[in-house]
Nanobody, 120 residues
Framework: QVQLVESGGGLVQAGGSLRLSCAAS????????MGWYRQPPGKQRELVAS???????NYADSVKGRFTISRDGTKNTVHLQMNSLKPEDTAVYFC??????????????WGRGTQVTVSS
């Protein structure tokens, strides 16, 4: 199986920055898309940013110009640099990745999430 472990969440004041990281491990044959989702309190999970294996990125309108997603293919990691944070960015952030296992079966895995809290 494929496991994802997030790190880097925490408490920050509005206007501050945080960097989230997610490391994928396990029976990875090929890692395709990786991304970050978030779930604010009482709301549904939503896409924040994603990045393909080729480096193409996609961002939610609410974070464009403030957040940057990147990945390190050699380490199977994905990062989310979050700048100019706002209180409405407060949420649990989840890492997601999909691809093929070493047995050529597909996987779509989620991390357990990391809390990001932005105080006003």
């Amino acid at each position: 199986q494929v496991q994802l472990v997030e790190s880097g969440g925490g408490l920050v004041q509005a206007g501050g920055s945080l960097r989230l990281s997610c490391a994928a491990s396990g029976s990875i044959g090929r890692l395709n898309g990786m991304g970050w989702y978030r779930q604010p309190p009482g709301k549904q999970r939503e896409l924040v940013a994603s990045i393909s294996s080729g480096g193409n990125t996609n961002y939610a309108d609410s974070v464009k110009g403030r957040f940057t997603i990147s990945r390190d293919g050699t380490k199977n990691t994905v990062h989310l640099q979050m700048n100019s944070l706002k209180p409405e960015d407060t949420a649990v952030y989840f890492c997601n990745a999909d691809g093929l296992t070493i047995w050529s079966t597909t996987f779509d895995s989620w991390g357990r999430g990391t809390q990001v809290t932005v105080s006003s």
